[in-house]
C-alpha cells in the first residue's frame, strides 16, 4: 500500500479570500515503511503573507523570491501523489487550498479527490481520544514522538514528525525518528538543507511460554472442560490441531510405502 504524508503551509487561512500556499511537503510510506522519497517544494504566492500565518512558519514573502508557482510544479506534485492514500493532518484545510490551486489551473478542473484518497488523522485522532487534545504537538507528546526541531511550522518537518505519529497511532513501528538537532537554517533562496533521517533497525522479540506456563495453561483447560461438560472450545481446537499436526507427519510415511 503506497501512502503519502502531506503538509502545506500557506499565506492565510481562508483559500476563498485568496490565500496561497507557499510551501508543500510530502513522505512516501510504502507498506508502512518510509521510503526516502520526499516532495518539497517553496512556492511564490504572488500576494503578500498574513502576519499571523508568518507568526507560525517564519516564511517571508522575500524568502519567496525567485521561486517556482504553484503552475510551474502542479504536474510533478500531482504525478507524485497520484494513485496513493493522503495521509493528512486537518485534511480538510490542506485539500481546500491544493483544490483553490488547482482550480486556478487552466484546462479541465481537478480535485485532490480525483487524483487520490485522503485519510485525515484529526479525525482518526478525535476517534481514538475524544475529549481529548490532538493537536499534532499534543500527539507528539501522547506517543513519544520527538518533535524537538518544531520550533516554527514546516511543511517537509511537519510531514515527517505526522508520519512517525499516524504510524504510532496505527500501532506500526515509528518509521521516521527525528535526529536531535535543530532545523537548519534556510539558504537566501528560502529552500532548507534536506534532513538526512537514518532508521536504526528494531528487532521484533519473539517470547515463547515456558514448561510451567504451558503446564498452567493444560491444567486450566482441564478445569474449563471439567466444570463447563466437556464444552471448552480451546481444548477442542487444540486437539484438532494437534490431530492435524500427527497427520501431516504420518502422510509422507504412508506416501513411500
Given at each position: ?79 507524485f501523489?497520484?494513485?496513493?492514500e493522503?495521509?493528512?493532518?486537518n ?54 514522538v520527538?518533535?524537538s ?58 517470547l ?29 481446537n487444540?486437539?484438532?490441531?494437534a ?15
Amino acid at each position: 500500500m503506497r501512502q503519502v504524508v502531506l503538509d502545506t503551509e500557506t499565506t492565510g487561512l481562508e483559500p476563498e479570500l485568496n490565500h496561497r500556499v507557499i510551501e508543500i511537503g510530502c513522505v512516501e510510506l510504502l507498506n508502512r515503511r518510509a521510503t526516502g522519497r520526499t516532495f518539497h517544494r517553496y512556492l511564490n504566492p504572488e500576494r503578500d503573507i498574513d502576519d499571523g500565518a508568518l507568526a507560525v512558519h517564519g516564511i517571508s514573502r522575500t524568502d519567496l523570491d525567485g521561486q517556482p508557482r504553484f503552475a510551474d510544479i502542479a504536474e510533478e506534485l500531482l504525478a507524485f501523489l497520484g494513485g496513493a492514500e493522503l495521509v493528512i493532518h486537518n485534511a480538510a484545510f490542506d485539500v481546500a487550498f491544493l483544490d483553490a490551486e488547482l482550480a486556478r489551473l487552466p484546462g479541465e478542473p481537478r480535485q485532490v479527490a480525483s487524483v487520490c484518497q485522503v485519510l485525515d488523522t484529526l479525525a482518526l485522532a478525535r476517534e481514538l481520544h475524544p475529549g481529548q487534545r490532538n493537536s499534532l504537538d499534543a500527539l507528539c507528546k501522547r506517543y513519544d514522538v520527538d518533535n524537538s526541531a518544531r520550533e516554527l511550522h514546516g511543511a517537509l518537518l511537519d510531514a515527517r514528525i505526522l508520519a512517525d505519529v499516524y504510524l504510532a497511532m496505527t500501532g506500526g513501528q515509528s518509521a521516521l525518528p527525528l535526529a536531535e538537532q535543530d532545523e537548519p537554517a534556510r539558504a537566501p533562496d528560502g529552500t532548507r538543507p534536506a534532513r538526512v533521517l537514518v532508521r536504526a533497525a528494531v528487532p521484533l522479540p519473539v517470547l515463547e511460554a515456558s514448561a510451567q506456563e504451558l503446564q498452567a495453561h493444560e491444567a486450566m483447560l482441564a478445569l474449563i472442560t471439567r466444570v463447563s461438560g466437556g464444552r471448552c472450545l480451546w481444548a477442542a481446537n487444540e486437539a484438532r490441531d494437534a490431530s492435524g499436526a500427527r497427520l501431516q507427519q504420518a502422510e509422507p510415511q504412508r506416501s513411500s510405502a
